[in-house]
Every structure is written in C-alpha cells, then in structure tokens.
Nanobody, 115 residues
Framework: QVQLVESGGGLVQPGESLRLSCTFS????????MGWYQQAPGKQRELVAS???????TYADSVKGRFAISRNSAKNMVFLQMDNLKPEDTAVYYC?????????WGQGTQVTVSS
C-alpha cells in the first residue's frame, strides 16, 4: 500500500519561489509514474507536471519554463520546484503515484500566491 505525504506549501508573493516535496512510502517507487496536480477552488483537479519511470517529463502549458519536477529514487521522493509564482497558481497541490490502473493520492498542500 502506497502512502504519499506532501510538504512545502505556503503563502508567497508573486514572483517568489516554493519547493514542494512528496515522500513516498511503499515498495517499488521506481516503477511508479509520479505527478503533481493542482486544484483551485471550484475547479477540477488538473495535472501540473509528471515524471515517468525513465525520467520523461510532462508539464502543463501554464507552468512550462517556471516549474520543474524531479525525483530522487534513493530517498523515494518527488519534488516540484515552482519559480516566478503567479496568483493563478494558487491551489491545493496533490502528489500522485500511478502504476497501471492503480492511483494513489496525498492529502495535499496549500499554495497561495498573493501580494
């Protein structure tokens, strides 16, 4: 059974940076597709970025050039470096681990970008 715990959210001003972390508990971390999703109030949860088992990367158009996803297999962790944050990035960010049809979610971490 997989458990995911996110951390690193907070309140920042536009233009500032945050680094989100997700700790994966379970086995075979390297076999999972890992992703970060965002859910703003009243909106559906949407993919922000994902990193595959071979390191392949996917980003939402809205974050390309500003966000970077990475994974550390030695520590079973996934990171989301968020630079040049904008008010529209405000959302709860969720870590996701997927293998086949099995998908696991963390509890989410709030990111608020406001002046």
């Amino acid at each position: 059974q997989v458990q995911l715990v996110e951390s690193g959210g907070g309140l920042v001003q536009p233009g500032e940076s945050l680094r989100l972390s997700c700790t994966f508990s379970g086995s075979s971390f390297s076999l999972y597709l890992m992703g970060w999703y965002q859910q703003a109030p009243g909106k559906q949860r949407e993919l922000v970025a994902s990193i595959g088992t071979t390191g392949s990367l996917t980003y939402a158009d809205s974050v390309k050039g500003r966000f970077a996803i990475s994974r550390n297999s030695a520590k079973n962790m996934v990171f989301l470096q968020m630079d040049n944050l904008k008010p529209e990035d405000t959302a709860v960010y969720y870590c996701n681990a997927r293998i086949g049809t099995i998908s696991s979610w963390g509890q989410g971490t709030q990111v608020t970008v406001s002046s």
